[in-house]
């Protein structure tokens, strides 16, 4: 079912504001890729750099968000067995804008706002999960935000969400 009326930059904004959720906002030029964010995100936004996969299984019946670093290069083929997974592929922009409201290259943490049904799972790899701050995308590619870890818990307690951490396999080349 789509999303009637997703959350945009400046209303994931206000109902950050309006819980109380701290943030601090950079605006940049659109970055598609972690090693544009390394280059155009400002500096002085301190956290770690998520990467963020919308995934689905082998049917396409089932569908998570991985929540990782952009220094990990993602073994899915590894991880699928750890989640519970058949097989696990990336989901298309046609499936990541109907759950959770986002086009490629804004997808973070933060489209779960779009997801009241709780159809995406959220994973998050340990090591990001126990640093204190994430630089975020808020449902645009041109802005990121940081987060403390209080608010991330905050903000998936405001959207009954749950995060699992999981320990990411990666790619040896």
Not at 90 to 99: A, I, V
Request: net charge negative; aromatic share 6%.
């Amino acid at each position: 079912m789509p999303i009637e009326t997703p959350y945009t930059d400046a209303t994931l904004c206000e109902l950050l504001w309006a819980n109380a959720i701290a943030f601090t906002r950079g605006d940049h030029p659109a970055v598609f890729t972690c090693d544009e964010a390394d280059r155009l995100v400002p500096a002085e936004l301190v956290g770690v750099q998520t990467k963020n996969l919308f995934l689905r299984d082998g049917k396409g019946r089932r569908h998570w968000l991985l929540v990782t670093s952009c220094e990990k290069a993602v073994d899915l083929k590894a991880l699928a067995p750890r989640i519970g997974a058949d097989n696990l592929s990336l989901g298309s922009p046609e499936r990541l804008l109907k759950f959770l409201g986002l086009t490629p290259g804004a997808v973070s943490l933060f489209g779960l706002a779009n997801d009241p049904t709780h159809d995406v799972v959220l994973l998050v790899d340990r090591d990001v999960w126990e640093r204190d701050a994430w630089r975020c995308h808020p449902m645009v590619n041109t802005a990121t935000l940081v987060i403390n870890r209080d608010g991330v818990d905050r903000f998936l307690a405001l959207t009954g969400h749950q995060a699992t951490p999981v320990v990411v396999p990666v790619r040896v080349a």
